[in-house]
């Protein structure tokens, strides 16, 4: 079945400094969405893409989607404490159900 | 406007006991699912509704677990005997079409001893 690969795990950085989480599938996708779960809470919806290479941007975060529509990336300029949490890619299954990848839990030292 | 609701928020039982939680989801939405969070991991989907009709439960242990909509509004979810494995946060979500984006509840954290 849809796996996505989501790097890193962790990711331990200082106030500041920037993060990066990166997505892989092995197969083209129709689209990619991206939610941040904080400690303790939910995934909430960041934003979904759609279109090949298309960058979206929110603030300090940025969403690229690849070329081929295989992979996708969200960078944080700048992180600040209210960054810190797990961030998940999510892919489209056969049914329309979404697939999250593992995550990358973020945490950022003041 | 009120967001996904979910009860109980925690529950802890013993193996073999039986456990139920209830969803409401946002008001007009209408795809609900279903998810499993291990610690460390991403929800996992364990069933989605369309209306009151199943879309997916392909991965729903159907020998322990059941689920139902039957208004086409809230759900159900219940482990009935539940396994020290199924200790997770249980999370609802819902969508407006299924391709939007979801909104999640609070979740239950369940733990089972």
Known sequence: ?110 | EAGVAQSPRYKIIEKRQSVAFWCNPISGHATLYWYQQILGQGPKLLIQFQNNGVVDDSQLPKDRFSAERLKGVDSTLKIQPAKLEDSAVYLCASTFGISNEQFFGPGTRLTVL
């Open chain 1, 1 to 110: 079945g849809q796996q996505v690969m989501q790097i890193p795990q962790y990711q331990h950085v200082q106030e500041g400094e920037d993060f990066t989480t990166y997505c892989n599938s092995s197969t083209t996708l129709s689209n990619i969405q991206w939610y941040k779960q904080r400690p303790g809470g939910h995934p909430v919806f960041l934003i979904q893409l759609v279109k090949s290479g298309e960058v979206k941007k929110q603030k300090r975060l940025t969403f690229q989607f690849g070329e081929a529509k295989k992979n996708s990336s969200l960078h944080i300029t700048a992180t600040q404490t209210t960054d810190v949490g797990t961030y998940f890619c999510a892919v489209r299954g056969s049914q329309g159900n979404l697939i999250f990848g593992k995550g990358t839990k973020l945490s950022v030292k003041p």
